[in-house]
């Protein structure tokens, strides 16, 4: 990539001499000896680098500096000086100047100063380039599925992962749509670069915006200083829009122009800016039905919909739930200590059992909470949370190999279960007929956690 520079210096000789260098570099130069010409070329166009004078007709260097800080603080300035200002160009770093050059200069002594500006810009982006994708990274995990909805699922992830297509992946909550679009980033070309997550619905309409595409300050009140957008940031990454159905109407539009034309303008900017930006999307709304009520724009539709990717919800690959029980099991075992605890016939029949309406997010908690309760070796119908533990109401729960205080509990609860539906909720008649006092029978029902 070339960089750009603004040069301003008054003197010809001078101006000629560091631009015919720099061109000579492979750097973009454009020049001018006037500062306030040199600014309003700062407010039209962005620059990667300004090399300017100190005394200079119109505005000076110092006066540019502090206008280039608040204009484009992304920029970095270098300050050319005679040596009578040379406390001036001290000064001038003091107030986020990168460096000067005290005139004469050498070609050699210009161009190390502006490569050593180059390196130092690179590293800072790559520095927040990890930052952001390690963040990303940490929140991926592994991908399990046996049944053959996700081995299909699975093809199609290496195959679409390389390419540079927008993936649209819908599933209720909870079918794993997050780790599909880390999973397409880390199996891309772009693995190394930033993967951003945007909520469509979490962040407020009026800041969604510049938090999209950026802003120039003062752009809004409160636009205190310029800032990138998200856009720019994973410029050469991928951004994941999750639940892109909650993107309101006005900013459909703007997107629809970024995918096309893959250039953004920042917020009180008229500047194009190039991204190079892999987008996915995620919803578990129906966008079809968005589009009939006019909620979502159907050019944006098709343009996401390139390759959809449907995860299927759980009581629809049954024979997933297993698997993923045995990986919760292993993670949170290890997580609390607990390795070797197994799952009950009694609390797998349950779990198997079991709808989900929080799909894989569900399974995950419910056995999380199952070793966190589990005192022996093994997880009981007991240990799961009460809604898979009604469907294991019907099934006999108590076993030969469970242990006594185990089996107590079963058998307790399914008797006050009993006598509370009898009693259609009463609790003092429910007590009356369980022979026990009320205060027990709040007790019991607090220590096996029924709710009723
Ligand atoms: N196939 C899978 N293998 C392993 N873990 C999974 C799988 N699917 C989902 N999970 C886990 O279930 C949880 C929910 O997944 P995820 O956050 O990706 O769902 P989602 O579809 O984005 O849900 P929501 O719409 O609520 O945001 C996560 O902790 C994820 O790690
Ligand atoms: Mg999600």
């Not at 509990?409 to 006050?416: D, P, V």
């Not at 279960?417 to 027990?440: C, F």
Request: charged letters at 30%; hydrophobic letters at 40%.
């Amino acid at each position: 990539m070339t960089h750009n520079i603004l040069l301003i210096e008054d003197e010809l000789s001078m101006r000629l001499g560091v631009s015919h260098s720099l061109i000579a570099s492979n750097y973009d130069v454009t020049s001018c000896e006037d500062g306030n010409e040199g600014l309003a070329m700062l407010s039209r166009q962005n620059f990667d680098l300004i090399i300017t004078d100190l005394r200079l007709p119109g505005l000076n260097g110092m006066e540019i500096l502090s206008k280039a800080r608040e204009i484009c603080p992304e920029t970095g300035v270098i300050i050319i000086t005679g040596y009578p200002e040379i406390n001036t160009a001290v000064s001038a770093i003091k107030k986020g100047a990168f460096d000067y050059l005290s005139k004469p200069f050498s070609n050699e002594a210009l161009l190390i100063v502006v490569d050593r500006y180059f390196r130092y810009r690179e590293l800072q982006l790559e520095n927040d380039q990890l930052r952001e994708t390690v963040r990303g990274k940490s929140e991926s995990e592994h991908f399990i599925g046996d049944s053959s909805a996700m081995k299909a699922v699975f093809d199609r992830l290496a195959t679409i992962a390389p390419t540079d297509v927008p993936v649209r992946i819908q599933g209720e909550s909870g079918t794993g749509k997050e780790l599909v679009a880390s999973a397409l980033h880390n199996l891309s070309q772009r693995k190394d670069k930033v993967y951003l997550k945007i909520n469509c619905a979490a962040i407020p309409e009026n800041l969604l915006e510049s938090e999209l595409f950026g802003h120039e300050k003062g752009a809004f009140t409160g636009a205190v200083q310029a800032k990138k957008g998200k856009f720019e940031v994973a410029d050469g990454g991928t951004i994941f829009f999750d639940e892109i159905g909650e993107l309101p109407l006005s900013l459909q539009a703007k997107l629809l122009r970024v995918l096309e034309e893959h250039e953004i303008t920042r917020l009180g900017s008229h500047k194009s800016i190039k991204v190079d930006v892999r987008t996915i999307f995620a919803t578990a709304k129906d966008l079809k039905k968005a589009i009939e009520e006019r909620t979502f724009r159907e050019d944006l539709f098709y343009r996401i919909n390139v390759v959809p990717i449907r995860l299927p919800p759980l009581r629809e690959r049954g024979e997933d739930i297993s698997t993923l029980a045995e990986h919760f099991l292993k993670i949170y075992s290890a997580k609390y200590g607990k390795e070797g605890v197994d799952i009950s016939p009694d609390a797998y029949k349950s779990l198997l059992a079991y709808d989900y309406p929080g799909n894989v997010r569900e399974l995950k908690n419910a056995i999380e909470r199952a070793i966190l309760l589990s005192t022996g070796s093994h997880i009981h119908v007991t240990h799961l949370p009460s809604e898979c533990r009604k469907i294991a109401e019907d099934l006999p729960c108590i076993t030969e190999d469970m242990p006594l205080s185990e089996g107590v509990m079963c058998y307790e609860r399914q008797r006050i279960l009993k006598a509370i539906e009898e009693t259609k909720g009463r609790k003092i008649e429910a007590a009356a007929k369980l022979g026990i006092s009320r205060k027990v029978l709040w007790k019991k029902l607090k220590d096996l956690d029924i709710e009723c």
